[in-house]
């Protein structure tokens, strides 16, 4: 009796992890440490389900690409955290830089647009990664800004290899790589929230230095011969909070913007227009949908562009 059911126990265990590689779970996605904090290893293929996620050479969530734009074309790279990326619970093909691409070519648009951004990632982040790595040759460079990064401190190294959502290595097993990443994290809900939507409190402090990161970055786009342009993506109602401060902070966002005859792009009453947190999968993340609405909003502004 005991050998039958060692021998039923052992026949669970492959079928479980037989179904657990069909849905993709055992090659995540690897990240590595950078001088920036991280980014998802270059030259990666995931899968979870039917969802996919493609890196290139470059460690861009994009087509390959090399050397500069064609000619006549325009080539756009899109800069932020985990609402650019998407993860992968968004599609390759339904992030909003890729749903950006594609309504700007169905317009007749000659457009490449690249996706460089990882989950967790702050200002200070993705500054780091836009002074290691540059534009690209981009002419358009957007950067994209959640209210929280107005005070979210830079995502740490660390974090590789010690976070759920952030492995270093391939997992022992799909079962393992299953029960850590998304079985015994929701028994322990705090292991597995964004690290861009958990931290400090925003102060005056906070508020006002990445601020500066920002037009840090500003600087460094037009050295580089590009445009820059703010998204900046607020939670749908009525998850967005409405301090004295934090609107303060989204104040001095759209003001710096103007002085500096920035575009800036925000997409909220379309948001709620369309749906408000139906278009999200939580307080911060937008699913397809709201990927698309914010990708619309983008091109309102491109239209207008050679």
């Given at each position: 009796m005991a050998w039958s059911w060692a021998l039923a126990s052992i026949v669970i265990l492959?079928?479980?992890?037989?179904?657990?590689?069909?849905?993709?779970?055992?090659?995540?996605?690897?990240?590595?440490?950078?001088?920036?904090?991280?980014?998802v290893v270059p030259g990666q293929q995931a899968r979870l389900l039917s969802r996919r996620a493609s890196y290139d050479a470059n460690g861009l969530r994009s087509r390959p690409f090399s050397g500069p734009p064609a000619p006549g074309q325009v080539r756009i790279l899109c800069i932020g955290d985990s609402i650019t990326n998407g993860g992968l619970r968004v599609d390759q093909s339904a992030t909003w830089p890729a749903l950006l691409e594609r309504v700007l070519r169905e317009r007749g648009g000659n457009v490449q647009v690249l996706n460089a951004s990882a989950g967790g990632w702050a200002l200070d982040n993705a500054a780091g990664w836009l002074l290691a790595h540059g534009t690209f040759r981009s002419q358009v460079v957007i950067l994209e800004v959640g209210t929280h990064d107005l005070w979210q401190e830079r995502a740490p190294e660390t974090i590789v290899g010690s976070h759920p959502s952030f492995p270093d290595r391939a997992p022992i097993s799909a079962l393992h790589a299953g029960m850590t990443r998304y079985v015994l994290p929701r028994l322990r809900p705090?292991?597995?929230?964004?690290?861009?939507?958990?931290?400090?409190?925003?102060?005056?402090?906070?508020?006002?230095?990445?601020?500066?990161?920002?037009?840090?970055?500003?600087?460094l786009v037009r050295d580089a011969g590009a445009r820059p342009l703010i998204l900046h993506v607020e939670q749908p109602h009525p998850h967005e909070v409405r301090t004295p401060l934090i609107n303060q902070a989204k104040r001095r966002l759209r003001e710096r913007a103007l002085l500096e005859g920035i575009p800036y792009v925000n997409p909220a009453v379309a948001i709620e227009a369309g749906g408000a947190g139906a278009l999200f999968f939580d307080p911060y993340h937008p699913n397809e949908a709201g990927n698309r609405v914010i990708a619309l909003e983008l091109a309102r502004y491109f239209s207008g562009l050679p």
């Open positions: 492959a079928c479980a992890e037989l179904c657990a590689r069909a849905a993709g779970l055992h090659r995540p996605l690897v990240y590595e440490r950078t001088r920036y904090g991280y980014r705090m292991v597995i929230e964004d690290p861009g939507t958990t931290g400090a409190e925003p102060t005056v402090e906070h508020i006002e230095a990445r601020l500066s990161t920002l037009m840090h970055m500003v600087r």
